[in-house]
């Protein structure tokens, strides 16, 4: 089953909650577009990978994955695990209001650069997933798609040892540190026998053209960009908050700790995303 989290949504402080009430101010009557990033999802126990206290790692990058067996080994070994926390992570209050907000026409899509399709699960129609998801897996050869439940059912049939590495700890992104994959053995396509990725964007790896045309389409037909949750570190978040800050439409950036982009926004609330997004909710829906 889903889990949910067990904590209690943080309360705005009086300044917050005056800024999300100019944040409503600006919104109110207008077309948004959300773009979202991992800090949106922490709420639902997926870790931010940059925000504050979050460790330094460096990301395995799609040219080791496609140049080296053993990093793909690595890769699919310590993912086996991490895959068990998205797959049984559950939209948080943040991503049910942002799909409320869309449902009452206030939010006329949303852009996430998180993988996790928890916007999908919360009840959101329209998702641009800017960085693929996690649920599907494709085959670099011939292209055929797979539910990542399905490779994951062939891993565990492949690697029976990996249900004993329950007990290693699990680093802030799901992974785990496995001394040694020699014996691992790789899942390949059953079409073709090529190799394996999760159908998302690599470090190193160029978004899907398509994926950020849809992305500039809800940001050219809004009249405002909501921020949440991200640091704007990803060069795509930042093409879009250009794109927003062309056309002259109000920015409104909602993140713990400072963005690349603040200098821009119309309005910076410097808080948790959840707790903002269900202020906004209220405010706007009434």
Known sequence: MP???AAA????????????????????????????????????????????????????????FLDDVNYRKRYWAGSQLGWKRFDTAAPNEGHRALAALELDGGVN?????????????AGSQRVVDLHGTMDRVRCLRCGQLYARTDVAAR???????LADTDSLQLGPDGDVEIASVDAFQL????ACDG????????????????KFIEASALVQKADALLIAGSSLVVNSGIRL??????????????????TKGDPRATLKIDAGATETIVALRERLLG
């Open 3 to 5: 889990q949910s989290t």
């Open 9 to 64: 949504m943080p309360a705005l402080s009086l300044e917050q909650a005056a800024l999300v009430d100019e944040a409503a101010g600006i919104l109110r009557g207008r077309r948004i577009a959300v773009l979202t990033g991992a800090g949106v999802s922490t709420d639902s126990g997926i870790p931010d990978y940059r925000g504050e206290g979050a460790p330094v790692r460096i990301p395995m990058t799609f040219q080791q």
């Open 109 to 121: 899509g949303i852009i996430t650069q998180n993988v996790d399709g928890l916007h999908l699960r």
């Open 155 to 161: 891993i565990v049939e492949l690697n029976p040892w």
């Open 187 to 190: 899942p390949a396509c059953s």
């Open 195 to 210: 190799t394996l990725k999760p159908d998302i964007v690599f470090f190193g790896e160029f978004i899907p053209k398509e």
């Open 241 to 258: 908050l250009d794109h927003a800050t062309r056309r002259r439409i109000p920015v409104i950036i909602v993140n713990r700790g400072a």
